[in-house]
């Protein structure tokens, strides 16, 4: 069940119902910490960190990111590493940032979708997986039925 009030209520001023649909079925529980994701990265080879040289990384999501052309993939990953690399955490809990995870975890080739797949699990996975735009009416519509029976009484 989706909590109207902490999900859909404070997007849709800017957001459609199809839209808040497609950020709750890509957003993770939380935000992805950098310790685990450097882990995981680490121990999948994606990323890599060259003991002798200072800040050298390469392996295999690396490799991928070098051979993509400038666009909004390359962007998000470079983003995404910055941030796990300066030790913030990545904010695929949160639109947009949620939708264009997703969106460039989609695009990826299935070698590194292990990868993010494992990124994801360790942010929460994805609770609200397969919401469809009809479950967001349906909580808003749950939520005005109950606020008018407390109203009423």
Not at 68 to 80: K, N, Q, V, Y
Request: some cysteine; charged content about 25%; overall charge negative.
């Amino acid at each position: 069940m989706i909590d109207y009030l902490s999900e859909v209520k404070p997007l849709e001023s800017e957001l459609t119902n199809e839209q808040i649909a497609a950020h709750l079925n890509s957003k993770t529980a939380y935000s992805m910490q950098p310790e685990e994701c450097k882990y995981i990265l680490q121990d999948t080879a994606a990323v890599l960190l060259d003991p002798v040289f200072v800040n050298q990384r390469s392996g295999s999501l690396i490799e991928y990111y070098e051979s993509l052309e400038a666009g909004d993939a390359s962007r998000l990953i470079a983003f995404c590493l910055g941030r796990i690399y300066s030790d913030q955490p990545v904010a695929t809990d949160q639109y947009p940032r949620s939708i264009q995870f997703a969106s460039v975890e989609a695009s990826l080739p299935d070698w590194l979708k292990e990868v993010l797949a494992k990124l994801v699990e360790s942010a929460g996975g994805r609770p609200y997986s397969g919401v469809t735009e009809q479950d967001v009416i349906e909580a808003k519509a749950a939520w005005e039925q109950a606020e008018s029976e407390c109203i009423a009484r």
